[in-house]
């Protein structure tokens, strides 16, 4: 046994000593960092995730570059640096997939990926966002590393400090790369065996990368890209994009989202099938690294940005690989309207230069038609192209004929790929872009012909293309609007955009959407250098509206480089299934105006914003997948969310939270609502929100508005603990999502409570507006007119019933005909707690008023007024309360119906008992209700709005506050004008009773009415006295009444003790038209119209439900079922509904939201009138009534027209035996109005538009300012 010992002992001791050795080998390894000065690993690997995120100061490293207080949110990044801020890094984002997606299972072994994110400056939070999202929501096991390549930023530490996070790396260049080569850079050192390129400033959404990874796994030539959604650059919200789109271009290779065609779609028999795409937006997509390397990577001599994505697609496509959009893979990316970084050569110089080297390697003979929409594109270097070209030919790939016919052939082939170049003249002058930096509009003028070393100067050369467009390199020509007098300005192309398109007509060059001409308008002080650039009515007498166009003859043709690709064969032009979508609506270089760049967003749905970014499909369906019910942490189930305010003296043992079939233990099942929603429902519990539900009650008559916050849901269908409620804020809709857990104590309910054990729809909207204000506490005490806002988005009249001597019945029943939302609140009593008095009204306490009514009594009439109280219980006791001797006296016949013995809140009291006991009276509606005696359910209402923001530290007085002009057109008795501000939620602290900011109203005096955009200091340095008004103020809405004689008015906002969003809108009333409101029924339209209840529930019939708004196929199917009743007639065609769309859409996004719906039906009200009261009038309006017609149009006041002119409108609008259709009239009248107001804006005075002596043949008088509506 010893001898065996003593033999062992060796090579127990070697084997020992190897274990050693090995150990500090490992161990040597694993703490290796690369020597080279740029790579950087962390020293730790994966381990628990809080400690890894214990090691990284979050805190620390974004207050280093934060937002300061005062400085332009937007000027670093381009986006709201502010906004991205106040969001946490690890927030979460709607699950935007479709619902099969998450039914969907992948292979467990699939290749774990390289991330490469390239970036320059970018901002901390957003970088951030990017790799925290991608930790959260993917595999640790797919994550290979993250590589961050740091393109030059000013601040290294914006990289170096992140490698402290898990799987990430840091490269830096030291110089400026730009995208192509610093991917490139990224990629040679990945180690993982697919590369996924994404951009910084992006999150991804939930088991985006599985899919992706799962279709390059099956097929390693396929280049993987997800559905692209938004995050929006102002509030950064994430914003759903439709999932049934693909990447396409136009000859400029100017990137843009189609729509699949009909075919497309039908062809797709699962939704979660891949898309093919002809081409991919380039910043987000998986590819083998094999294949990527085999394929050439990038071309590396193109610079900076822009183009890489076509040269890529091209490359992928023609030579043997495929592209894909994975409607199962959804990031979220902030798509920025302009680049916040500089070009060296400049924006337009580099993505030409990229695009040209494309165009030549890749595009054969086709490229003549890239030169054909981007003629100096000609003259500009590309570099060397001879080994891209090489690379080509050795990878054997197809040409792109085959491209065109094998993937893309929706791209329709121009017949005509000349240039047409050189100068516009105008006698001894030349058309000429005066091109300022930075700018994203250039203006026009005449100057002098210049010739520089023989040739014509660069901004005096014009290119005329075969897509109608009249450019200088990368801009326009374009008209601002389509109405007579429009400025004509330069802008950046945009193949389609009909505001960019021209034709040349004799010496005439002829806008073709307006069909107006490019015209020189006299302004300014009348000198002939002073001429401003615009479109008016052709006319062939007029020298200013011809142009020497001999340079445009000739054609310039586009050089043919030789390449072993060449071909003749042209493809046939087939449909296009390129959707256009409404153009960005083009400023002046106000503070307002952004034109779209490059990065062009996502035709998105409109969405209504989702209150903590979540959305309450993506929860229910996630729950409903896994069988769980739905607990909302972010309005958790704790007593915080209650409040210790409404706690104290309770025990708090004996709360909990419940859902409502617990509540119920078993013995019935729970309602959503059960035989109607209706104010008795109700019934107040703890909390001080008798403001909130008498506002709710008042609702409860107003099914329009009561559908839009309760939606449709229930406890059975779909039912997982989850549901989601709206409220209006500061000029949108806010979807709140909320669980049914619901406080209890001692078994019974702490707050509101139903009527019906049953139905809850009252306990969880309470519960949801207590989450939109923080807490159910800081629903303690609150004011009326926010709740009415919040529940109906209108405006609230407020009547002060001791100071105000209006006829109290004629206001209420005016207010209840017109379907307006009314309530009101009790004097203080003794105390400042809401206490039952001896009459059984509570002080401090508000109530519903619920209709009005005169009752004989007495020989005489009384006057009564019906009221609620939310208790649901404790009514008054005085004169004309349930059982009253009153009641017993009275013999009139409606006794039955009026009176009811019911012990549920409502009861009747006269109108005097009503004034003595009450102080103010609050009245609601979607246009105000005026404070005089005139008040009628018909008053006409135009509406501005401003939505802005006051960034506080303002020490400068009026001058350097937000300015807002408007016009009072004629003079009126009583109030006339009417501004309401609405603050937004995030300004909004629990706390505060005051309003955040302070305004005032100034007179315009004549001489300062040519300004037009802001008044100069000088208009505030005198001493002016502002507009007093009849101010009705709370903590989020200010209302204030006055009576303005007419003249321009300018409203100033300043003094914001602190950062502020607010909403602003101006009433201005209208003068009646004498008109008889009651016409016999026609056979064609109807009688008459309401113009203010009913056509909110006829726009809510036709509108979308998420968006709240109508285009012209739906505005064509409300009208012609909603006006055109009776027997067939010539209806509203589609062509006209979108003119009418155009005329009416402020946003310029081709719909209209209610209140621009509003503004056109009080329009086609008034037509209907004219139509009808035609003096010859058989169901038909005939041509010789024109001028009539256009004389008693109200929003036509003041304006003239030729004889000569209105016999044009007879031949265009009328048909072969004089007649004029109702749709034709309509066009007519409402274009005319546009036309008066194109004028308007360019009068030097405000008044009228001073015309030269060439120009009198138009005979056009001056023009009183049209109504604003």
Same mark, same amino acid.
């Not at 290779?253 to 039908?266: V, Y």
């Not at 100068?423 to 300022?436: F, G, V």
């Not at 005139?934 to 007085?957: A, V």
């Given at each position: 046994?010893?001898?065996?010992?003593?033999?062992?002992?060796?090579?127990?001791?070697?084997?020992?000593?190897?274990?050693?050795?090995?150990?500090?080998?490992?161990?040597?390894?694993?703490?290796?960092?690369?020597?080279?000065? @740029?790579?950087?690993?962390?020293?730790?690997?994966?381990?628990?995730?809080?400690?890894?995120?214990?090691?990284?100061?979050?805190?620390?490293?974004?207050?280093?570059?934060?937002?300061?207080?005062?400085?332009?949110?937007?000027?670093?990044?381009?986006?709201?640096?502010?906004?991205?801020?106040?969001?946490?890094?690890?927030?979460?984002?709607?699950?935007?997939?479709?619902?099969?997606? $998450?039914?969907?299972?992948?292979?467990?072994?699939?290749?774990?990926?390289?991330?490469?994110?390239?970036?320059?400056?970018?901002?901390?939070?957003?970088?951030?966002?990017?790799?925290?999202?991608? #930790?959260?929501?993917?595999?640790?096991?797919?994550?290979?590393?993250?590589?961050?390549?740091?393109?030059?930023?000013?601040?290294?530490?914006?990289?170096?400090?992140?490698?402290?996070?898990?799987?990430?790396?840091?490269?830096?260049?030291?110089?400026?790369?730009?995208?192509?080569?610093?991917?490139?850079?990224?990629?040679?050192?990945?180690?993982?065996?697919?590369?996924?390129?994404?951009?910084?400033?992006?999150?991804?959404?939930?088991?985006?990368?599985?899919?992706?990874?799962?279709?390059?796994?099956?097929?390693?030539?396929?280049?993987? /890209?997800?559905?692209?959604?938004?995050?929006?650059?102002?509030?950064?919200?994430?914003?759903? !994009?439709?999932?049934?789109?693909?990447?396409?271009?136009?000859? !400029?290779?100017?990137?843009?989202?189609?729509?699949?065609?009909?075919?497309?779609?039908?062809?797709?028999?699962?939704?979660?099938?891949?898309?093919?795409?002809?081409?991919?937006?380039?910043?987000?997509?998986?590819?083998?690294?094999?294949?990527?390397?085999?394929?050439?990577?990038?071309?590396?001599?193109?610079?900076?940005?822009?183009?890489?994505?076509?040269?890529? %697609?091209?490359?992928?496509?023609?030579?043997?690989?495929?592209?894909?959009?994975?409607?199962?893979?959804?990031?979220?990316?902030?798509?920025?309207?302009?680049?916040?970084?500089?070009?060296?050569?400049?924006?337009?110089?580099?993505?030409?230069?990229?695009?040209?080297?494309?165009?030549?390697?890749?595009?054969?003979?086709?490229?003549? +038609?890239?030169?054909?929409?981007?003629?100096?594109?000609?003259?500009?270097?590309?570099?060397?192209?001879?080994?891209?070209?090489?690379?080509?030919?050795?990878?054997? /790939?197809?040409?792109?004929?085959?491209?065109?016919?094998?993937? +893309?052939?929706?791209?329709?082939?121009?017949?005509?790929?000349?240039?047409?170049?050189?100068?516009?003249?105008?006698?001894?002058?030349?058309?000429?872009?005066?091109?300022?930096?930075?700018?994203?509009?250039?203006?026009?003028?005449?100057?002098?012909?210049?010739?520089?070393?023989?040739?014509?100067?660069?901004?005096?050369?014009?290119?005329? &293309?075969?897509?109608?467009?009249?450019?200088?390199?990368?801009?326009?020509?374009?008209?601002?609007?389509?109405?007579?007098?429009?400025?004509?300005?330069?802008?950046?192309?945009?193949?389609?955009?009909?505001?960019?398109?021209?034709?040349?007509?004799?010496?005439?060059?002829?806008?073709?959407?307006?069909?107006?001409?490019?015209?020189?308008?006299?302004?300014?002080?009348?000198?002939?250098?002073?001429?401003?650039?615009?479109?008016?009515?052709?006319?062939?007498?007029?020298?200013?509206?011809?142009?020497?166009?001999?340079?445009?003859?000739?054609?310039?043709?586009?050089?043919?480089?030789?390449?072993?690709?060449?071909?003749?064969?042209?493809?046939?032009?087939?449909?296009?299934?390129?959707?256009?979508?409404?153009?960005?609506?083009?400023?002046?270089?106000?503070?307002?105006?952004?034109?779209?760049?490059?990065?062009?967003?996502?035709?998105?749905?409109?969405?209504?914003?989702?209150?903590?970014?979540?959305?309450?499909?993506?929860?229910?369906?996630?729950? *409903?997948?896994?069988?769980?019910?739905? @607990?909302?942490?972010?309005?958790?189930?704790?007593?915080?969310?209650?409040?210790?305010?409404?706690?104290?003296?309770?025990?708090?043992?004996?709360?909990?939270?419940?859902?409502?079939?617990?509540?119920?233990?078993?013995?019935?099942?729970?309602?959503?609502?059960?035989?109607?929603?209706?104010?008795?429902?109700?019934?107040?519990?703890?909390?001080?929100?008798?403001?909130?539900?008498?506002?709710?009650?008042?609702?409860?008559?107003?099914?329009?508005? #009561?559908?839009?916050?309760?939606?449709?849901?229930?406890?059975?269908?779909?039912?997982?603990?989850?549901?989601?409620?709206?409220?209006?804020?500061?000029?949108?809709?806010?979807?709140?999502?909320?669980?049914?857990? *619901?406080?209890?104590?001692?078994?019974?309910?702490?707050?509101?409570?139903?009527?019906?054990?049953?139905?809850?729809?009252?306990?969880?909207?309470?519960?949801?507006?207590?989450?939109?204000?923080?807490?159910?506490?800081?629903?303690?005490?609150?004011?009326?007119?926010?709740?009415?806002?919040?529940? &109906?988005?209108?405006?609230?009249?407020?009547?002060?019933?001791?100071?105000?001597?209006?006829?109290?019945?004629?206001?209420?029943?005016?207010?209840?005909?017109?379907?307006?939302?009314?309530? /009101? %609140?009790?004097?203080?009593?003794?105390?400042?707690?809401?206490?039952?008095?001896?009459?059984?009204?509570?002080?401090?306490?508000?109530?519903?008023?619920?209709?009005? @009514?005169?009752?004989?009594?007495?020989?005489?009439?009384?006057?009564?007024?019906?009221?609620?109280?939310?208790?649901?219980?404790?009514?008054?006791?005085?004169?004309?309360?349930?059982?009253?001797?009153?009641?017993?006296?009275?013999?009139?016949?409606?006794?039955?119906?009026?009176? @009811?013995?019911?012990?549920?809140?409502?009861?009747?009291?006269?109108?005097?008992?009503?004034?003595?006991?009450?102080?103010?009276?609050?009245?609601?509606?979607?246009?105000?209700?005026?404070?005089?005696?005139?008040? $009628?359910?018909?008053?006409?209402?135009?509406?501005?709005?401003?939505?802005?923001? *006051?960034?506080?530290?303002?020490?400068?007085?009026?001058?350097?506050?937000?300015?807002?002009?408007?016009?009072?057109?004629?003079?009126?008795?009583?109030?006339?004008?009417?501004?309401?501000?609405?603050?937004?939620?995030?300004?909004?602290?629990?706390?505060?009773?005051?309003?955040? #900011?302070?305004?005032?109203?100034?007179?315009?005096?004549?001489?300062?009415?040519?300004?037009?955009?802001?008044?100069?200091? $000088?208009?505030?340095?005198?001493?002016?006295?502002?507009?007093?008004?009849?101010?009705?103020?709370?903590?989020?809405?200010?209302?204030?009444?006055?009576?303005?004689?007419?003249?321009?008015?300018?409203?100033?906002?300043?003094?914001?003790?602190?950062?502020?969003?607010?909403?602003?809108?101006?009433?201005?009333?209208?003068?009646?038209?004498?008109?008889?409101?009651?016409?016999?029924?026609?056979?064609?339209?109807?009688?008459?119209?309401?113009?203010?209840?009913?056509?909110?529930?006829?726009?809510?019939?036709?509108?979308?439900?998420?968006?709240?708004?109508?285009?012209? &196929?739906?505005?064509?199917?409300?009208?012609?079922?909603?006006?055109?009743?009776?027997?067939?007639?010539?209806?509203?065609?589609?062509?006209?509904?979108?003119?009418?769309?155009?005329?009416?859409?402020?946003?310029?996004?081709?719909? #209209?939201?209610?209140?621009?719906?509003?503004?056109?039906?009080?329009?086609?009200?008034?037509?209907?009138?004219?139509?009808?009261?035609?003096?010859?009038?058989?169901?038909?309006?005939?041509? %010789?009534?024109?001028?009539?017609?256009?004389?008693?149009?109200?929003? *036509?006041?003041?304006?003239?027209?030729?004889?000569?002119?209105?016999?044009?409108?007879?031949?265009?609008?009328?048909?072969?035996?004089?007649?004029?259709?109702?749709?034709?009239?309509?066009?007519?009248?409402?274009?005319?109005?546009?036309?008066?107001?194109?004028?308007?804006?360019? %009068?030097?005075?405000?008044?009228?538009?001073?015309?030269?002596?060439?120009?009198?043949?138009?005979?056009?008088?001056?023009?009183?300012?049209?109504?604003?509506?």
């Amino acid at each position: 046994m010893r001898r065996l010992s003593r033999r062992l002992v060796l090579p127990i001791f070697g084997v020992l000593w190897i274990t050693v050795l090995l150990f500090f080998w490992v161990t040597k390894k694993k703490l290796e960092v690369p020597t080279g000065p @740029e790579v950087q690993t962390p020293k730790i690997s994966d381990g628990d995730w809080d400690d890894l995120w214990d090691q990284f100061d979050e805190r620390r490293y974004l207050n280093a570059k934060k937002w300061r207080v005062g400085d332009d949110p937007y000027k670093l990044y381009a986006f709201n640096q502010r906004e991205s801020e106040r969001i946490a890094s690890n927030r979460v984002v709607p699950d935007t997939r479709l619902f099969r997606c $998450t039914l969907l299972v992948y292979c467990a072994d699939l290749p774990p990926t390289s991330i490469i994110i390239a970036f320059h400056n970018e901002a901390r939070s957003t970088l951030l966002r990017t790799i925290r999202s991608i #930790l959260n929501r993917t595999p640790m096991n797919l994550i290979q590393e993250i590589i961050l390549v740091d393109d030059f930023s000013n601040d290294p530490e914006d990289c170096k400090q992140l490698i402290k996070l898990p799987k990430v790396k840091c490269l830096r260049n030291n110089e400026r790369q730009g995208l192509v080569r610093s991917r490139i850079r990224g990629a040679d050192i990945a180690q993982g065996t697919t590369l996924t390129f994404l951009d910084s400033h992006c999150e991804v959404n939930r088991d985006w990368l599985q899919p992706l990874l799962h279709r390059v796994k099956e097929d390693y030539t396929r280049v993987v /890209c997800p559905v692209i959604d938004i995050i929006h650059l102002d509030t950064f919200n994430y914003i759903e !994009s439709a999932s049934e789109l693909r990447g396409g271009f136009d000859w !400029s290779l100017h990137f843009q989202w189609e729509q699949l065609t009909p075919e497309q779609k039908a062809r797709r028999l699962d939704p979660t099938e891949p898309i093919r795409t002809p081409i991919i937006a380039g910043g987000l997509f998986v590819m083998d690294k094999s294949w990527f390397y085999y394929l050439g990577k990038y071309d590396t001599d193109m610079d900076i940005w822009g183009g890489e994505n076509f040269e890529i %697609s091209f490359r992928v496509w023609m030579c043997g690989g495929s592209l894909e959009i994975v409607p199962c893979s959804r990031v979220g990316h902030v798509f920025r309207k302009k680049h916040p970084y500089i070009f060296p050569d400049g924006n337009a110089n580099t993505y030409i230069k990229n695009t040209k080297r494309t165009a030549e390697v890749w595009m054969d003979e086709y490229k003549q +038609y890239y030169y054909a929409s981007r003629p100096f594109a000609l003259e500009r270097p590309f570099g060397n192209i001879e080994s891209r070209l090489n690379l080509r030919k050795n990878l054997q /790939c197809q040409s792109f004929k085959w491209y065109l016919e094998n993937v +893309y052939p929706e791209l329709r082939v121009p017949k005509d790929s000349s240039i047409h170049k050189g100068s516009i003249r105008q006698r001894q002058k030349c058309l000429e872009a005066q091109k300022q930096k930075d700018q994203e509009i250039s203006n026009l003028k005449l100057s002098p012909c210049v010739k520089t070393e023989g040739k014509d100067a660069k901004s005096q050369i014009w290119a005329f &293309t075969y897509t109608q467009q009249i450019l200088q390199e990368e801009l326009c020509l374009s008209v601002i609007t389509l109405f007579p007098g429009a400025p004509v300005v330069l802008v950046l192309c945009k193949n389609g955009d009909k505001r960019q398109q021209w034709t040349k007509t004799g010496s005439r060059i002829e806008h073709m959407a307006s069909h107006l001409c490019l015209d020189t308008d006299m302004f300014g002080d009348g000198t002939e250098t002073s001429r401003e650039v615009v479109i008016n009515p052709c006319e062939s007498s007029l020298m200013s509206q011809h142009w020497d166009l001999k340079a445009f003859d000739d054609a310039v043709q586009a050089p043919h480089y030789k390449t072993c690709f060449c071909g003749t064969a042209t493809v046939p032009p087939p449909v296009s299934s390129i959707t256009l979508y409404p153009a960005e609506r083009l400023q002046p270089s106000f503070k307002t105006g952004r034109i779209m760049a490059h990065n062009q967003q996502f035709p998105a749905k409109t969405p209504i914003i989702k209150f903590k970014e979540q959305d309450f499909y993506s929860l229910r369906d996630h729950c *409903l997948n896994r069988g769980l019910l739905f @607990e909302d942490e972010t309005f958790p189930a704790e007593t915080y969310s209650i409040g210790l305010q409404l706690l104290k003296g309770k025990n708090l043992s004996n709360l909990s939270w419940m859902r409502p079939k617990d509540l119920l233990k078993g013995k019935s099942e729970p309602l959503f609502i059960l035989e109607g929603a209706s104010r008795f429902d109700i019934q107040q519990g703890e909390a001080g929100d008798c403001w909130f539900l008498a506002a709710l009650g008042a609702l409860t008559q107003s099914p329009q508005y #009561l559908q839009k916050i309760l939606i449709d849901q229930s406890f059975s269908y779909q039912y997982a603990g989850i549901f989601h409620f709206r409220f209006w804020r500061c000029g949108q809709w806010v979807e709140v999502v909320i669980d049914d857990r *619901l406080p209890v104590l001692n078994n019974e309910y702490l707050f509101v409570k139903p009527r019906n054990k049953r139905e809850f729809w009252p306990c969880l909207l309470e519960k949801a507006y207590a989450k939109f204000h923080g807490s159910y506490a800081n629903l303690h005490y609150g004011y009326l007119p926010d709740a009415l806002v919040d529940l &109906t988005g209108g405006v609230v009249t407020n009547i002060s019933l001791h100071s105000s001597s209006s006829d109290l019945m004629t206001m209420v029943k005016t207010a209840a005909e017109a379907g307006s939302l009314m309530t /009101c %609140s009790t004097l203080a009593g003794p105390t400042s707690e809401s206490v039952m008095m001896a009459n059984g009204l509570v002080s401090r306490h508000a109530y519903t008023v619920t209709g009005a @009514e005169q009752i004989e009594y007495r020989r005489s009439w009384e006057y009564l007024i019906r009221l609620w109280n939310p208790w649901g219980k404790i009514e008054w006791r005085g004169r004309w309360s349930d059982w009253s001797p009153e009641w017993q006296e009275t013999h009139d016949q409606r006794k039955s119906q009026l009176y @009811e013995d019911k012990d549920n809140g409502e009861f009747w009291m006269s109108c005097q008992d009503f004034r003595d006991n009450f102080f103010g009276l609050f009245i609601c509606n979607q246009v105000p209700i005026s404070l005089d005696h005139g008040s $009628t359910p018909h008053e006409r209402w135009s509406q501005m709005m401003f939505k802005d923001h *006051l960034i506080p530290g303002n020490t400068e007085g009026y001058q350097r506050g937000m300015q807002y002009i408007f016009s009072v057109p004629d003079s009126m008795e009583n109030n006339n004008v009417i501004m309401s501000f609405n603050i937004g939620p995030q300004n909004l602290k629990a706390k505060d009773r005051t309003f955040p #900011l302070k305004y005032e109203v100034f007179k315009v005096r004549q001489y300062f009415q040519h300004f037009q955009d802001r008044l100069p200091s $000088t208009f505030f340095s005198q001493f002016r006295i502002a507009e007093k008004g009849i101010v009705s103020e709370t903590t989020c809405n200010l209302t204030e009444c006055f009576s303005l004689s007419p003249g321009t008015y300018v409203v100033v906002v300043s003094e914001g003790r602190e950062a502020v969003e607010f909403l602003l809108r101006i009433f201005l009333k209208m003068p009646n038209s004498d008109r008889n409101l009651m016409l016999a029924v026609l056979p064609y339209i109807q009688a008459s119209l309401p113009e203010n209840g009913s056509q909110q529930s006829i726009f809510y019939k036709y509108a979308q439900q998420q968006g709240l708004d109508i285009d012209a &196929t739906q505005l064509q199917s409300l009208l012609n079922r909603e006006f055109l009743r009776g027997p067939p007639g010539d209806p509203f065609s589609l062509d006209e509904c979108r003119s009418l769309v155009a005329l009416m859409d402020l946003k310029v996004n081709g719909r #209209l939201d209610q209140e621009e719906f509003s503004r056109l039906w009080s329009r086609l009200v008034h037509c209907q009138s004219v139509f009808q009261n035609s003096p010859k009038n058989a169901g038909v309006f005939l041509s %010789s009534d024109l001028w009539k017609a256009i004389r008693d149009t109200d929003f *036509l006041a003041g304006i003239s027209i030729t004889s000569e002119l209105l016999d044009l409108m007879k031949l265009r609008y009328s048909d072969s035996t004089g007649r004029v259709s109702f749709p034709s009239l309509v066009c007519l009248l409402m274009r005319l109005e546009a036309m008066a107001k194109a004028f308007q804006n360019l %009068s030097k005075d405000g008044k009228g538009l001073y015309l030269t002596e060439m120009e009198v043949n138009k005979n056009t008088q001056n023009l009183k300012e049209p109504g604003k509506g």
